[in-house]
């Protein structure tokens, strides 16, 4: 049964670089599949930040894409974010999920993890 | 970017009744739309792919209709269980830029 589960600092600084990984279990990443990350502020709706493929390809939402850097790790399983410069717009619920290899939708999610921007 | 707006933003409905969201998209995304559900402190399931496609798993009660940009969810009896938010989504644009609509809640009247 493949799953995904978020890790990373729940309290990052204005100004400061929030750093996330997804490790997937289950499934080796370098078998396949886009990956990717989306966020939802609390009580708002969904935000694609970006997604990687196991070779490196990326792409990013035009709106953060000059803040954001996905990276993968084929060999511990797991991708990675990393978003520089954030304010308290950025907190937000952060969930890393696969990418279905028919579409670009979302198949399966990770629990997500709650980051908050304060100082 | 293309934009998503579903209607109407809450829905209140009986449980057993019918229940019909929409989505709607600033231009044509072909059938490349999905459907997500999502309950109170849960991540997003993935419930209808390629406009009208069930996920695996997902009640036949479930279905999706619509292509280009107007799309429709329909619950066809509401259980307790499916009172929830639900997201639409497209993946038509090439580099992708997937966007998402602001969602409809789904509560019971």
């Known amino acids: 049964q493949v799953q995904l589960q978020e890790s990373g600092p729940g309290l990052v600084k204005p100004s400061e670089t929030l750093s ?43 709106s953060l894409k000059s803040r954001v850097t996905i990276s993968v790790d084929t060999s511990k399983n797991q991708f990675s974010q990393k978003l520089s410069s954030v304010t308290a717009a950025d ?14 939708y979302f198949d399966l999610w990770g629990r997500g993890t709650l980051v908050t921007v304060s100082s | 970017e293309i934009v998503m707006t579903q209607s ?28 997500y559900q999502q309950k109170p402190g849960q991540a997003p399931r993935l419930l209808i792919y390629g406009a009208s496609t069930r996920a695996t798993g997902i009640p036949a009660r479930f279905s999706g209709s619509g292509s280009g940009t107007e799309f429709t969810l329909t619950i066809s009896s509401l259980q307790s269980e499916d009172f929830a938010v639900y997201y639409c989504q497209q993946y038509n644009s090439w580099p992708p830029a997937l966007t998402f609509g602001g969602g409809t809640k789904v509560e019971i009247k």
């Open chain 2, 8 to 35: 109407p933003a809450t829905l209140s409905v009986s449980p057993g009744e019918r229940a019909t969201l929409s989505c709607r998209a600033s231009q044509s995304v072909s059938s490349n739309l999905a459907w």
């Open chain 1, 91 to 104: 907190t937000a619920v952060y969930y890393c999920a696969r990418l279905n290899v028919v579409g670009w």
């Open chain 1, 20 to 62: 996330l990984t997804c490790a997937v279990s289950g499934y080796s990443i370098s078998s396949g599949y886009y990956w990717g990350w989306i966020r939802q502020p609390p009580g708002k709706g969904l935000e694609w930040i970006g997604s990687i493929y196991h070779g490196g390809s990326t792409y990013y939402n035009p």
